[in-house]
């Protein structure tokens, strides 16, 4: 087997632990170095390729690389790029294929959600047609936890740990507040697609009456009277209501929840996200004073709290796809296969990529409650062992301490491309 | 000594440690028990003793107080309520001292910030006039960190902790993102009238470039160009911001940057916050794309992230507080001493509540940087202390182990009293 280099990219939002899937690619690499060459990483993702921006992982020390694993966001940069078309006349196509040429590129571990697979997917197809061998090895990445085929995608577990601890937090910082101030308090978290990460609020309680009280999923059509008359009676007996709303709640006719009435006098559309919305409709249906907090990107980078089992999948995957790619697969993507619920059990394997390019995961019906507002046993004998584990970062003085790769640019060979 | 039954009450906005005093005050009181009776939650605070809804500590195991030390929230309840009068005749005035003598009440300690202390200095002076003996002893707990007399107030270096490390988190987050999405990152923090909060996401970086770019304090008008500027200038030079924007921010004229051109179409006002506001500035006069998070209740219950410094504090706190009762001190409340920074090493005194009742410490100028977005290395010496060390709580099932007492009522001998 004549040796090739190896180009990684990272793609679509970041996650606590994908710098750990790419410390489980190089690492991997560096091991299998007599059938892999240099590992490029891409410098914001894909687009780093077109620039022919390609990062020396060989000029970053091992300390560097290890400390990837617990560092946040995405090391090399990461981008929201689509490639549009599999004709090998596309511009795009040419160049990216040109690249590949110019630096003797064989392998492209591309690590991302499901557009991403969607683009391992073409570069599978033009790699036929180029007849210029690539073998593309899709890598799972998403907190959406959307993929189709795989048990879970590595980053929705810390995110899910983070927003269970989240709201079981502040759900008692509201209850010791609620006799004389606020009664209802409102998590707003990502999933504009899927309600995993809702769902996985639900966890910060076991027990009838132990909040989160209401989980607003993008799957259950929001019914306005249904979840007022709930939020009232939560208060009411219990005299504080704790709400973990995904910010892809969304009323029967699809419309979005945080999209719905916020324009202001000059017909602007207000900014507003599903908290907001919610607020304002409890603040004037129901009069009780509210809170809400917004997770964004706190949630996704909170490598502080990641998730032990999360973590090692990331990895697991990362070093799955160098092992793929060594046994001569090529358009795959490397999956999680869960073996037991418990103890979880659970190893990688391969599965055809187009098997996940732009199919969408939801939550199933029989993971949430009947009343909508709740997620089932089922949902939690799923959801439970990607939380266990607390993998800790290294702390220097009351910081945890993240690593910043050199980050050197390879030559170029090429002429200059302009920039998509 | 005639041996007196204690109460201790928490009031205002809780944090993740104040439950840490209350293990302090109970635990102490419990070593003494030969000069300290029973001690008494008072149930949501004060209000609780208007309703003699007294909790007996006693009834609760060992074990359970001990959890107090790493559960957030208030384990009694708090509430926001403020005694009007010195006037003996007062029926507030005198319920509280027909409760405290129903249930042979001697020592009053309470757990809170400014207005709590302004509630401690009327006891102290009702005591007089009723004649009836109380040591009111005032305890320090603000997330706002703006009380006098005390180097720090417990509760802050948590949320100080949780503010840095997660500015520093997202940072990385956006940082990867911005080559084609995300420019600007906007954290919400707490603070409404001093930014020591937002000073504290200036520990997240160290040299120059690092983020936060911008920190936006109560203390320093808001200036719309000035800040553009300086937002223009940061996304040109390095690709991104963050900003770290206190709820308090404001324009020279005293208006909040979160009540600012919010009405929508009908007049009302629009929920936002500063987050909001500025967001739509940003998006409207510069054209680039943002996220903001609101930390809201998730940074000041955040006990999975809290600093050893301020655990230690919280605790010493509620001992020091009994032990100035035993001695006969009363009027006073308890503050914490710096006595070096480098190590830091700090001690507990106590002062007279005069000195702190209804005062407001505000981030001196030295502390912020010239331009008014950053922090000095002055600030630095001073905040970074307080964040030192992780005082993780243990974990169960993936999940943080919080203690919820039984929380059982001592049985009334008053006859019932109009809810406040």
Redesign the interface.
Known sequence: MKRKNAVYA?SG??T?VINATACGVIQTARKYSKMIGNVYGAK??I?GILREELIDTGKESEDNIRALKH???????????KIGSEDTSDPIARRLFDVFEAHNIGHVFYNGGGDSQDTCKKITALSLKFDYPIQCIGIPKTVDNDLAQTDTCPGFGSVA?YV???T??????????????TKV?I?EVMGRHAGWIAAAGG??GKGPGDPPHIILFPEIPFDRELFLRKVDLTVNSLGYCVIVASEGARYENGEFLSDAG????F?HV???GV??TL??LI?EELGYKY????????Q??????A?QTDLDQAFAVGEAAVIAAIEGQSGVMVTIRRITDEPYRWTTRTTSIDKVANQERKVPRSYISKNGFGITARARRYL?PL????A?PP?V????S?VQLACKLVEKRLPKYATP
């Not at 809170?291 to 706190?298: G, N, R, T």
């Not at 996704?300 to 709290?305: C, P, T």
């Not at 003085?397 to 945890?400: D, H, I, Q, T, V």
């Open positions: 990272q939002g970041v606590s914001d993702g687009v560092t946040p966001g995405g090391a090399f940069g990461s981008c929201r790029f740990k269970a601890v989240s079981r937090e502040a759900a008692l910082d509201v209850q010791s507040m609620s006799e004389t101030s308090f998590l966890l910060a916020t324009k202001d006098a017909g207000q900014l507003g908290g907001a607020s304002k603040a809170h809400f907090a917004i997770a964004d990107y706190l996704r980078s909170a490598r502080h709290i998730s439970e939380i266990q584990g607390e800790y702390y003085e009351g910081l945890p993240y």
